[in-house]
């Protein structure tokens, strides 16, 4: 179908950024649905904020969707059962990143009965929206994990005129976004238009990066949908450039405005969502069906038949990798999700959380020794946010705590380009990410 070009919009581009190897192999397999796991490890604290407290103990019979545990505080999220099973204990475990947090540990009976008291959720009001985010426990599913219930529920004195749906996916490998524009586009058209009617918003942006053609055109249908007068849904088609997804990137591109460090995009007048967030708080909202499993990309050079999988959160992820194919004996490094910005796996027994996209099992080239600085500047060409990665690395050497303000350190969004560029392979993400922490270890 040829579409308008009006539904297109301008996209203001960024300094920096890469142009790296795709490797959307994934993109045209079909999500397949992952065998049910016996066993089901589910983390209290897959979010930014407190940890949800448990409302389950050992020998309680639950469903799918059943409240498992209720959100610890304004910023957190409830978490809820992603089998139909008994709770076989509730306790703390360090098989994530090491640090020791809870579980609630579930027997799956193989049967996936969903929780009959599961009902549509009614929107009457602009406040109903951020409940059913919450109720529905929807985090940041791009990776960040930040509850959406936040997002939604903006302070009175700023306004909001633009909703930004996030569907860039800029990552290399990373094709779960992509299917769910291809596998749940009804879910997306439909989430758009009530969040876009519910919150009042006058302009709605879908960002989309140009070499995902397929989703530009079936989402171009929802803007050519035209159902609001004023057509003001608009595609803007963004350069495959890395980071074009990340926030404060996608922000400035569709507005022109930049978020400053430690700010709300609702500071500047946008709410930001994921486009499998729009489509999974649909879902919630028409069917009572909460957060309860995740699709997932399953590649990386480790992989030899890679996959698009629906998979129960708290799945161990080396059951995922075994249904996959993956043969561990050739793998040096599994990482929760992009390699740009993925999180190394510490242990496979780790398990699927709400924020995680991707597991990427890596056989890597042998590694380049780190060298002394050149000062080549490429870190500083590369940085999007136009930060001096170099002298913040010598700031933070020598201790110069005014340097590390003045530097702009705290508007890093640990993107990876400037490790990826620097040729004498300084570990240059590690310094900012350590700087960050010395700044706010000095504001203490
Ligand atoms: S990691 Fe930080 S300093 Fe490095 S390029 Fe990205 S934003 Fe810039
Ligand atoms: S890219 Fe590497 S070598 Fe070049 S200035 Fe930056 S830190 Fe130094």
Redesign the pocket.
Known sequence: MKLPESILRPVKLIR?GMHLDHQKNTAECETVIMPTPSTVYIPLSQHIGAPANPIVKKGDNVFVGTLIGEAGGFVSAPVHSSVSGTVADVKDLTIGNGTLQKYIIIESDGKMEKDPELKPFEIKSFSDLAEAAKQCGLVGLGGAGFPTHVKLSPSKDVEIDTLIINAAECEPYITSDYRECVEGLKDVIEGVYLIKEKLGIKKVVIGVESNKPRAIELLMQVAADHRDADDSVKIMKLPSKY?QGAEKVIIYSATGRKLPAGKLPSDVGCIVMNVTSVATLYRFITTGMPLVSKRITVDGTAVSEPKNLLVPIGTPIKEILDFVGVDMENVDRVLMGGPMMGNPVVSCESVLEKRNNAILAMRDKKPQPQTACIRCGR?AD????S?Y?AM?ETALRTGNKESLNSLNTN?????????YVCPAKRP??QV?RTAKAEIRRQSK
């Open positions: 920096g980071p870190c590369t940085c999007p946010m930060l990665p913040v508007y890093c969004m640990e993107c990876g380009c400037c490790s240059l993400t900012m």
